[in-house]
T-cell receptor, first 113, second 116 residues
Framework: GNSVTQMEGPVTLSEEAFLTINCTYTATGYPSLFWYVQYPGEGLQLLLKATKADDKGSNKGFEATYRKETTSFHLEKGSVQVSDSAVYFCALSDRQGAQKLVFGQGTRLTINP | DTAVSQTPKYLVTQMGNDKSIKCEQNLGHDTMYWYKQDSKKFLKIMFSYNNKELIINETVPNRFSPKSPDKAHLNLHINSLELGDSAVYFC???????????????FGPGTRLTVL
């Protein structure tokens, strides 16, 4: 079946540091890929997405590129802020049939000033 | 102007009780979902409804029964609560039910259920 694996957290960085959160997936066919963010005490929000190979999703300074050859969708940001502290989830959705998001285990990110 | 709302936000109850969680979306979406997030933050889909019809039913105990009175509401009723049911339950909605780039899922704030 489909699955998503993220790097284990927690991740702690200083403000303005470079961020990478690794995500790899296993899927039949060519899924759509997503990054969701969960701020403390809130629900999940879509951060960015990519629907086909080599697509780059970007939002709020975050980027991720759909790499079919390495089955990866790593999240990056050049300079993180304290307000980026949250839990980040990588997810995939099959491109056929009923939509169903399959999530990774989440990575907790803490940014210190 | 909350897009997807859930009630209650917190629910503390005894083992063996029956409880319900309500979800409403005002986005005009056709499809709604329930996800469970366990203590390790792992998220997994439970159910999905499209226009009041069940379309996804993962391997969830039949103590869990979703009910969709109309396409804007999807409630989750849980019978005979067990300790292992303690989790955060998220409701979500999307425009369509089929996988596709435009079917972004919008999530509610979650309901934290604690079974004692």
């Amino acid at each position: 079946g489909n699955s998503v694996t993220q790097m284990e957290g927690p991740v702690t960085l200083s403000e303005e540091a470079f961020l990478t959160i690794n995500c790899t997936y296993t899927a039949t066919g060519y899924p759509s890929l997503f990054w969701y963010v969960q701020y403390p005490g809130e629900g999940l929000q879509l951060l960015l997405k990519a629907t086909k190979a080599d697509d780059k999703g970007s939002n709020k300074g975050f980027e991720a590129t759909y790499r079919k050859e390495t089955t990866s969708f790593h999240l990056e940001k050049g300079s993180v802020q304290v307000s980026d502290s949250a839990v980040y989830f990588c997810a995939l959705s099959d491109r056929q049939g009923a939509q169903k998001l399959v999530f990774g285990q989440g990575t907790r990110l803490t940014i210190n000033p | 102007d909350t897009a997807v709302s859930q009630t209650p936000k917190y629910l503390v109850t005894q083992m063996g009780n029956d409880k319900s969680i309500k979800c409403e979306q005002n986005l005009g979406h056709d499809t709604m979902y329930w996800y469970k997030q366990d203590s390790k933050k792992f998220l997994k889909i439970m159910f999905s409804y499209n226009n009041k019809e069940l379309i996804i039913n993962e391997t969830v105990p039949n103590r869990f029964s979703p009910k969709s009175p109309d396409k804007a509401h999807l409630n989750l009723h849980i019978n005979s609560l067990e300790l292992g049911d303690s989790a955060v339950y998220f409701c979500a909605s999307s425009q369509g039910s089929l996988a596709g780039s435009n079917n972004e899922q919008f999530f509610g704030p979650g309901t934290r259920l604690t079974v004692l």
